[in-house]
């Protein structure tokens, strides 16, 4: 069974920096694109950022981009999110997703972790 698990979340002061893990199980993801999505109370769920399966492409929300970087240890079947100068407006349960390949839709979900930044 596939599984996406979702570590780091936690309550920060605003500027402060959480860094996010996913941890996947039940099939490697070595060749698949991985991304980060949140979703706020109230709000749509949202982009974050992307990475591909190499780790040599990424994308960002325009909302992140110079804050937050997406990385990958495919040895490890991990993927991250360093999260820096964090604001009140990226409070989200931040959701982990991966793709069955590099191309595609996201197929696999993770369960979420919470992110609360208090200013």
């Known amino acids: 069974q596939v599984q996406l698990v979702e570590s780091g979340g936690g309550l920060v002061q605003a500027g402060g920096s959480l860094r996010l893990s996913c941890a996947a199980s039940?099939?490697?993801?070595?060749?698949?694109?991985m991304g980060w999505f949140r979703q706020a109370p109230g709000k749509e769920h949202e982009f974050v950022a992307s990475?591909?399966?190499?780790?040599?492409?990424?994308d960002y929300a325009d909302s992140v981009k110079g804050r937050f970087k997406i990385s990958r240890d495919n040895n490890k079947n991990t993927l991250y999110l360093q999260m820096n100068s964090l604001k009140p407006e990226d409070t989200a349960v931040y959701y982990c997703?991966?793709?069955?390949?590099?191309?595609?839709?996201?197929?696999?979900w993770g369960q979420g972790t919470q992110v609360t930044v208090s200013t």
């Open positions: 997703a991966a793709a069955r390949s590099d191309l595609g839709g996201y197929a696999y």
């Open positions: 039940g099939r490697t993801f070595t060749t698949s694109r």
């Open positions: 990475i591909s399966s190499s780790g040599a492409i990424t």
